[in-house]
């Protein structure tokens, strides 16, 4: 059994407590010893203000309970969670799963021993997270309203089982999940006085945004900075002196990368060590040379960066506790991986990431196999898209290539590369089931990671080092020793090695976040889901 995550009972709605009437519940396997409200229906939610926008209908629930035969009090959760959100759906928006689901998904496939899982769940869920992304979702589908029963049904035993004993928590866990937009100032000061969510802390990399809340809130609300001017291709180094120096030094100052009062002119050491952390924390190699870029950066408004801020600390809430062992964790817009041992980091590694990212927010799975030498077995969409055009021009496109069909799959040649310095995987792979058919592995385009933006991949994620991430894997196994780990990355020959103890990996989506240095940073939305998410929380999107 995985370590169960213990939900924060601080972890609810800026809609607040629900009068209601009494009766005797519970959840699940877990024995309720105390009476728990079930909650009157809230219909402040409408279709206008809802974080959803799809509602079911009441008897979808009965039908649900009906047909689940679910006891007295399952089916009294179940009734009061929707009637909390006036029938809203949880788990999807118009445009299918959304970011909670995603969450909780890979939040339970985490910390739950998953062998017993509803497997017909499993595969809707795979077909609905593997589909189109943007594809319409009707409400009224049966498929999509018992996926959306079935996961809240998931959700309330999981949530139940880690709060047997707890009244105030079974009665918060009907908002966890997002219902209602508001203004972004007034949910600010909701999480800033303990009335919304909270964020933990976060494997020591991913800290608590609540002080950077409490001060860029503060500066929202005094009206923001002064807007620095900007001059298309215009850059200024040490040295320099202008009054746009004197205006970024005022800005730097208001988010404290500058100490001291000094506006002047004048481009001086102090202002490039502020400039220098400002561009390590907002994704880019340190230079010490102020761009346009740079400076458009700098005059993004302090609401916005709130909006930013409160859209992660939604994410954070969904983040399993850090395990007893290792555990490898990949943050997508970073472009970073990150090795812990419970609270202690073993190593950081530059990555390459996807060129899009479709739904995926977060998913995890255990890294138990390493692959020396491997085949790539090309994708079928690659095949389709690129391959068939390439082999019409050229007949003798695959073997210039060193690809070869290994058979045919739907009218669709099946073709893979061989192992060698033309294989995209490079010299190793490393495995870790997932429903999206991601994994780690060396690439044979080194020179990406001297890149700030390092999406280009197809979907899977390269290293910058997988020597070391070999070595780390097989230590405590002695026959592979680092002479032998060479010799079979680079034999030709695909070897399959089982990870005596497999590590937990998990692929998460931060923009802002604490890091160790104590620093706020803030890096773009490679796949735009914080605009979508911005579009269902807040009312007044900046």
Not at 238 to 249: M, Q, T
Request: net charge neutral; aromatic share 10%; charged share 25%.
């Amino acid at each position: 059994m995985k370590k169960a995550l213990i939900f924060s009972a601080f972890a609810i709605s800026l809609i607040a407590g629900c009068k209601s009437d009494t009766k005797k519940t519970s959840g699940g396997d877990a024995a309720q010893h105390f009476e728990i409200p079930v909650t009157p229906r809230n219909n402040e939610i409408t279709p206008a203000n809802a974080y959803n926008g799809l509602f079911l209908e009441t008897k979808d629930v009965e039908k649900f309970i009906t047909n689940q035969k679910l006891d007295s009090n399952l089916a009294n959760r179940l009734r009061s969670f929707y009637n909390a959100r006036n029938f809203e759906y949880a788990w999807f928006d118009t445009s299918g799963l959304n970011e909670q689901a995603y969450g909780f998904r890979s939040l339970y496939d985490y910390s739950v021993d998953t062998s017993e899982n509803n497997k017909a769940l499993e595969y809707r869920l795979n077909a609905l997270m593997n589909n189109e992304p943007d594809s319409a979702v009707s409400a009224t589908d049966a498929n999509i309203v018992k996926t959306e029963l079935q996961l809240t049904q998931r959700f309330i035993n999981y949530f139940l089982d880690a709060h047997k004993d707890d009244k105030d928590a079974v009665i918060a866990m009907e908002h966890y999940v997002p219902m209602q937009k508001n203004e972004i100032l007034k949910q600010a000061d909701a999480v800033i006085s303990g009335k919304g969510y909270h964020a933990t802390d976060i494997h020591n990399v991913y800290g608590d945004l609540t002080k950077e809340l409490e001060k860029y809130t503060a500066i929202a609300k005094k009206g923001n900075w002064d807007s620095i001017p900007v001059e298309k291709k215009k850059k200024y180094k040490k040295g320099d002196n202008s009054p746009v120096i004197a205006a970024i030094k005022h800005r730097l100052q208001a988010t404290g990368e500058l100490d001291g009062k000094d506006t002047t002119g004048v481009y001086d050491d102090a202002l490039e060590a502020a400039v220098n952390k400002f561009e390590g924390a907002h994704g880019h190699t340190p230079r010490g040379i102020i761009t346009d870029t740079l400076i458009r950066e700098m005059n993004v408004p302090a609401i916005t960066i709130v909006e930013k801020l409160l859209i992660n600390m939604e994410r954070m809430r969904w983040t399993p506790p850090v395990p007893e062992g290792r555990l490898i964790m990949v943050n997508i817009p970073e472009f970073m991986l990150h090795a812990w041992d419970g609270k202690n980091k073993d190593f950081d590694m530059a990555v390459v990431v996807g060129k899009e990212g479709k739904g995926t927010t977060s998913f995890s799975g255990d890294l138990n196999q390493v692959v020396f030498s491997p085949y790539w077995n090309l994708p079928r969409s690659i095949i389709k898209e690129e391959v068939l055009p390439a082999m019409a021009r050229n007949k003798s496109y695959l073997a210039s290539h060193h690809m070869e069909v290994t058979g045919e799959r739907n009218g669709v040649p099946v073709i893979r590369q061989v192992p060698g310095k033309e294989n995209p995987l490079g010299r190793v792979k490393f495995l870790f089931p997932n429903s999206f058919n991601i994994y780690f592995h060396d690439t044979n385009q080194k020179e990406l990671f001297n890149k700030d933006q390092r999406a280009y991949s197809h979907g899977c994620i390269r290293l910058s080092d997988p020597v070391k991430m070999a070595n780390y894997l097989l230590h405590d196994q002695p026959e592979w020793t680092a002479e032998k780990i060479d010799s079979a990355m680079n034999s030709g020959k695909e070897k399959y090695v089982r990870v005596k103890n497999p590590v937990p990996v998990m692929i998460s989506y931060y923009t802002t976040w604490v890091g160790a240095d104590g620093q706020l940073h803030v890096v773009d939305d490679i796949y735009d889901h914080d605009r979508k998410i911005a579009a269902k929380l807040f009312t007044d999107v900046h």
